[in-house]
C-alpha cells in the first residue's frame, strides 16, 4: 500500500501545478517535472522514490488521509474525462465512416458521364463532405490528445498533422531533379501556404468564386484525356499512325456501313463528307473507323468509292482500338486537337435522323470552328446516338 501510495504522489508532483487534467498547457515547472522523469534513468528514478518515501514517512497519519482524498479527486475525474473522450472519438468515428462511405466510387456515378449542372452540384457536396471529415478528424485528434494528458492541438498543428514543411520541401526537390516541374511547381506553392510566405487558403466567402470558376472551365478539363495511339490499315491498303498526324487536329468518326444512322448522314444529308471538306485545309484530318466484326474489305471500298469519301476507313474488325477509345455507337465522333488530348467525344449532332423540335445542332461543327479559331471547345461531351458498334464477341 505504501509503495503504491509513494507512486501517486510521485505522479501529482509531476501533475501538481496543472491546471487541470485536460485542456490546457501545463505550467513550465510542471512540464519541467514530466520530462525530467521521463529523462530518469531506473536507478535516478528508484533514487526519487526513495526521497518520497523518507517525506512520507514524515507526515501524519490525518496528512495521508488528505493526500489519498485528493488522489481518488484527481484520477476518479481523469476517468469520467477518458470515458468522455471515448465516447466523442466513437461519435466522430462513425460520422467519419459515413461520410467516406457515402462518397465511395461505387456509390456515385461517372463524373465524366455527368451533365454540367450535375458536375458542379456533386463539387459542392463532396466539398461540404471534405470539410466535413477535417472537422471529423480535428476533433478526433483532440480527443486523442486528452486520453494522453496532453493539450489540445489548435488548428495551426493541425495544417502539419500529415507532413510537415521540411518534408514537403524535400518531396520538392527530388521532384526537380526528376524534371516533374509541374509536380515541383504545386509543391512549392503548398510550402508557402503552410511558411506563410505564399498564397493563403480561400476563405469561406472566397469558395463560390472558384466554384465559379470551375464551373466555366469544367469542360476544358474534361478535354485532357489523352489519345490512344494506334496503327490501322484501311481498307484501300494504306497504313494509317495516329502519331503521323502529330500537331493536325484528327476526326475519328465511328462507322459502320449497315448501320440506318449512318446511312442517313452519308445518303440523306452528306454530314461528314461536307464537314470532313470543309476543315480540310484548316489543319483537319478526318478519318472513318469501323469496328464491326463481320464487315468486309469489298463492301467498304465500294461504299467509300460510291460517296466519294475524301478520308480513309480504317479496319478495326478486331475491336482493339474501338474500345480503347471506348466507341459505343456508329457514328460516334472522338476530335483530337494538336496536342494530342481528346477535347471533343459523343454525337455529330443533336438530332437523329433529322428528328428534333428545337433545331440541329452540330456538335461537331461547333467544336471544330472553335479549335480553328483558337478558342477552347465549349462542349466537351455529348452523349453519342446510333447503333451499338458490333464488336467481336
Known amino acids: 500500500m505504501k509503495r503504491c501510495l509513494v507512486l501517486a504522489v510521485v505522479a501529482l508532483m509531476v501533475m501538481a501545478s496543472a491546471k487541470t487534467v485536460f485542456g490546457q498547457d501545463e505550467p513550465t515547472e510542471a512540464a519541467e517535472m514530466k520530462e525530467k522523469w521521463q529523462d530518469m534513468s531506473n536507478e535516478e528514478r528508484e533514487k526519487f522514490r526513495a526521497q518520497m518515501r523518507e517525506r512520507l514517512d514524515g507526515i501524519s497519519e490525518q496528512e495521508r488521509g488528505k493526500l489519498r482524498t485528493q488522489m481518488r479527486d484527481r484520477f476518479g475525474s481523469r476517468r469520467e474525462e477518458q470515458l468522455k473522450a471515448i465516447k466523442a472519438i466513437e461519435a466522430q468515428l462513425a460520422k467519419l465512416k459515413e461520410g467516406t462511405e457515402g462518397m465511395g466510387r461505387e456509390t456515385r456515378p461517372d463524373f465524366r458521364e455527368m451533365p454540367l449542372e450535375e458536375r458542379t452540384e456533386f463539387r459542392e457536396r463532396w466539398t461540404k463532405v471534405r470539410e466535413e471529415r477535417q472537422k471529423a478528424i480535428g476533433t478526433i485528434i483532440a480527443q486523442i490528445a486528452k ?91 494504306r497504313t494509317i499512325n495516329l502519331s503521323d498526324y502529330k500537331g493536325k487536329i484528327v476526326v475519328l468518326e465511328w462507322f459502320n456501313i449497315e448501320c440506318p444512322f449512318v446511312k442517313y448522314h452519308y445518303d440523306t444529308v452528306h454530314t461528314m463528307v461536307e464537314l470532313a471538306n470543309k476543315y480540310k485545309d484548316k489543319n483537319v484530318v478526318w478519318l472513318a473507323v469501323n469496328s464491326t466484326s463481320h464487315t468486309t474489305q469489298k463492301a467498304n471500298k465500294e461504299f467509300a468509292q460510291k460517296h466519294k469519301l475524301p478520308y480513309p476507313i480504317l479496319n478495326d474488325r478486331s475491336g482493339k482500338v474501338g474500345r480503347s477509345y471506348g466507341a459505343e455507337t456508329t457514328p460516334h465522333i472522338f476530335i483530337i486537337d494538336t496536342t494530342g488530348n481528346i477535347v471533343y467525344q459523343g454525337a455529330i449532332d443533336n438530332s437523329p435522323m433529322g428528328r428534333t423540335e428545337k433545331g440541329v445542332v452540330n456538335y461537331v461543327d461547333k467544336a471544330l470552328e472553335e479549335i480553328t479559331s483558337g478558342k477552347s471547345v465549349s462542349v466537351a461531351k455529348s452523349k453519342s446516338y446510333g447503333c451499338s458498334v458490333k464488336y467481336v464477341k
Open 147 to 237: 486520453l494522453q494528458g496532453q493539450r489540445q492541438p489548435t488548428a495551426e498543428d493541425n495544417r502539419f498533422i500529415i507532413v510537415n514543411t521540411g518534408e514537403l520541401e524535400a518531396i520538392r526537390e527530388l521532384a526537380l531533379k526528376e524534371e516533374a516541374k509541374e509536380t515541383a511547381r504545386r509543391l512549392e506553392r503548398i510550402v508557402k501556404v503552410r511558411s506563410g510566405s505564399g498564397d493563403k487558403p480561400l476563405r469561406p466567402e472566397q469558395r463560390p468564386q472558384k466554384l465559379q470558376r470551375q464551373k466555366m472551365r469544367v469542360k476544358e478539363l474534361k478535354a485532357a484525356k489523352k489519345a490512344p495511339v494506334f496503327t490501322l490499315s484501311s481498307f484501300d491498303g
